[in-house]
């Protein structure tokens, strides 16, 4: 594994230019990312399935999060096994809250530090959960299938609907020119 540069110290980059690219040296940048950063991140990922929060968690950009993981491949695998663990702790919580629902306990509290109300709520709001849910259902299929060896199409993939025209196309010839056969 390299060594981690100091601030200040030069590296070589590739710089982009007209004609192709260039080899120049330049120093280390100061708010890039660290080893913590990248830990927190992928945590607060695991956590969250949200890379905004997860950028927000270590004071950077979510496109300084998306451009690293573009570029740092070792970054891009971290992503996605933090998402995948993030996307089961989804799947879970709402499994759990169908199956058995859940209670929360709002206590009020009068000046003296006494019990002034108490309120029991049975459910609670699974709207972000949802659409977590449903925004990365695609990413996460397909990485399961991936590891379980296994390609199933979803039936609103492009291929499938192009296999479908063709059926439908294919049994309009066939009523067109059976009813020319029947009309002759």
């Given at each position: 594994m390299a060594a981690r540069k100091k601030r200040g110290e030069m590296v070589p980059q590739r710089q982009a230019m007209a004609g192709g690219t260039q080899a120049q040296m330049r120093k280390v940048r100061g708010d890039g990312w660290s080893q913590a950063d990248e830990q927190l991140f992928l945590e607060t990922l695991a956590e969250t399935c949200?890379?905004?929060?997860?950028?927000?968690?270590?004071?950077?950009?979510?496109?300084?999060?998306?451009?690293?993981?573009?570029?740092?491949?070792?970054?891009?695998?971290?992503?996605?096994?933090?998402?995948?663990?993030?996307?089961?702790?989804?799947?879970?919580?709402?499994?759990?809250?169908?199956?058995?629902?859940?209670?929360?306990?709002?206590?009020?509290?009068?000046?003296?530090?006494?019990?002034?109300?108490?309120?029991?709520?049975?459910?609670?709001?699974?709207a972000v959960a949802l659409r977590l849910l449903a925004y990365h259902r695609d990413t996460m299929m397909a990485m399961r299938q991936a590891a379980a060896g296994v390609t199933v199409e979803r039936p609103d993939s492009p291929d499938a609907i192009a296999r479908v025209d063709a059926i439908m196309a294919e049994v309009q010839a066939e009523r067109g020119r059976a009813e020319a056969v029947g009309a002759g």
């Open positions: 949200n890379a905004s929060e997860a950028a927000r968690a270590i004071g950077k950009s979510r496109t300084g999060a998306y451009r690293r993981k573009k570029a740092v491949p070792a970054f891009a695998q971290a992503w996605m096994e933090a998402l995948t663990i993030g996307y089961q702790e989804i799947e879970m919580l709402l499994m759990r809250e169908i199956l058995f629902g859940s209670e929360v306990e709002d206590i009020t509290l009068d000046a003296e530090g006494a019990v002034k109300t108490r309120k029991v709520k049975r459910s609670r709001n699974m």
